[in-house]
T-cell receptor, first 109, second 114 residues
């Protein structure tokens, strides 16, 4: 069963526009959720962890247990934000990370 | 501190050939995993290890073997390469089984099977 769903394969926005990358998860327990970013032909890098409630590069993500969502948001997109973004769910009991299929963000000038 | 090092970066194999993708980490991480990345399918877990001497299967283990004789190394073996194994392979490690700081990823191996 799909544990992590990212419904958008591609999201195109103009520079300065707000952006929201959607992530929904399927897990009835207490999830640990992450966002990873992969710039062109580079390795995946950790962007955000829900437990730290931090803002990295202007991005934030809030865990909504009622909607089982962990959407990634940025109020003003920049061209350097263009990348592939993966939402990931870590299940402590299974020692595994589950990744979504990814959303490619394209920020146009 | 090199992080997670994968070799080779690129490889072309003929169908039926075998090879080993190398992965090493110098962060004393207990947890290591192998993923394959395919367009539209995200990352799929092949095998993972929770410590030296312990390995387990992920979502797509068929055609691959792993071993974990040391904490540092977690090689992935393709037994008899098939075109369906053309993919980008990522090795990742983490300190503990709590998500914590998440995974540290290697730079990937781009494998083409012809």
């Amino acid at each position: 069963a799909q544990r992590v769903t990212q419904p958008e394969k591609l999201l195109s926005v103009f520079k300065g526009a707000p952006v929201e990358l959607k992530c929904n998860y399927s897990y009835s327990g207490s999830p640990e959720l992450f966002w990873y970013v992969q710039y062109s032909r580079q390795r995946l890098q950790l962007l955000l962890r829900h437990i730290s409630r931090e803002s990295i590069k202007g991005f934030t993500a809030d865990l909504n247990k009622g909607e089982t969502s962990f959407h990634l948001k940025k109020p003003f997109a920049q061209e350097e934000d263009s990348a592939m973004y993966y939402c990931a769910l870590h299940l402590y009991n299974f020692n595994k990370f589950y990744f979504g299929s990814g959303t490619k963000l394209n920020v146009k000038p | 501190n090199a992080g997670v090092t994968q070799t080779p970066k690129f490889q072309v194999l003929k169908t039926g050939q075998s090879m080993t993708l190398q992965c090493a980490q110098d962060m004393n991480h207990e947890y290591m995993s192998w993923y394959r990345q395919d367009p539209g399918m995200g990352l799929r877990l092949i095998h993972y290890s929770v410590g030296a001497g312990i390995t387990d299967q992920g979502e797509v283990p068929n055609g691959y073997n792993v071993s974990r004789s040391t904490t540092e190394d977690f090689p992935l073996r393709l037994l008899s390469a098939a075109p369906s194994q053309t993919s980008v392979y990522f090795c990742a490690s983490s300190y503990s089984n709590r998500g914590g700081n998440g995974y540290t990823f290697g730079s990937g191996t781009r494998l083409t099977v012809v």
